[in-house]
């Protein structure tokens, strides 16, 4: 069974432009065209759609979604992948509806808050399985420690250091810097001085990380949010700095 474009527009809510714009950066190619010069897609495609949209919602950019469809040769691998991003969204959303729900409910009712109650689906440890599969339940608990030690302004002080960071990654990557060079490697050292403040980075952590942002995209869009491409710049930079800075 095929689609024409115009159909699978409709349904998927996108427009015929920005599948022919896919189908020129190789991301979706047609199953076909036909004599008329239109552009059908077969299940294959619309189920590579639907990655490609997904991957859109989690903020990740077309170069980066392109390198991730790439590495990903098993459609169902990816996709159980994807259900499982999903999903873990989705319980995160339903804590903090319940928790405002709660909030208003309470307040509206002069009724005692409990922080618990307040701050349920916002906290930093809704990740605490992933990071300890990843780096080990020492690393976590750590890491946990640490941002728990912090009061609100050194909080504050070390995200804004992240998202100037990022910002100049951006520009950097905008600007065609080599990953290599000396302004990318300043950038790559700061980059590890700001993860210092937690724990002093080793190599493989580095370049484990670097991978991470690329791959993952609820990490990815932090990067990619201020260019195309920015992910991946970022990961060759700190792989360079790190084979040749750090030590395990």
């Not at 897609?41 to 980066?64: F, K, N, T, W």
């Not at 995160?92 to 909030?103: D, L, N, P, Y």
């Not at 000396?182 to 590890?192: I, T, V």
């Not at 937690?198 to 190599?203: C, F, G, L, Q, T």
Request: one cysteine or more; aromatic letters at 8%; proline letters at 2%.
């Amino acid at each position: 069974m095929e689609w024409s474009i115009q159909e699978i527009a409709r349904r998927a809510g996108t427009t015929s432009r920005t599948l022919r714009h896919y189908g020129d950066l190789g991301l979706l190619v047609p199953s076909r065209i036909g004599r008329n010069g239109y552009r059908y897609y077969d299940q294959d495609a619309l189920v590579r759609l639907q990655r490609i949209l997904l991957l859109r919602e989690l903020g990740l950019s077309l170069p980066a979604i392109k390198e991730v469809l790439a590495g990903q040769r098993d459609t169902a691998v990816a996709l159980r992948a994807h259900l499982r991003l999903l999903e873990q969204e989705q319980a995160r959303i339903g804590r903090q509806i319940a928790s405002v729900r709660t909030t208003l409910h309470k307040t509206q009712e002069g009724m005692e808050l409990m922080a618990d109650e307040v701050f349920d689906g916002f906290d930093h440890t809704a990740h605490e399985r992933e990071v300890t599969e990843r780096w080990g339940r020492d690393a976590y608990e750590e890491g946990d420690r640490w941002w728990r030690s912090l009061g609100d302004g050194e909080k504050k002080a070390f995200q804004d250091e992240h998202e100037a960071i990022a910002r100049d990654w951006g520009r950097a990557a905008e600007a065609g810097l080599a990953a290599d060079g000396p302004k990318a490697q300043e950038l790559a050292r700061r980059h590890c001085a700001w993860l210092s403040s937690a724990k002093e980075p080793s190599r493989s952590y580095v370049i484990g990380l670097g991978e991470m942002y690329v791959a993952d995209p609820r990490f990815g869009k932090n990067y990619d949010r201020y260019g195309d491409g920015t992910a991946a710049f970022v990961r060759d930079a700190l792989t360079v700095y790190a084979q040749h800075r750090l030590s395990d």
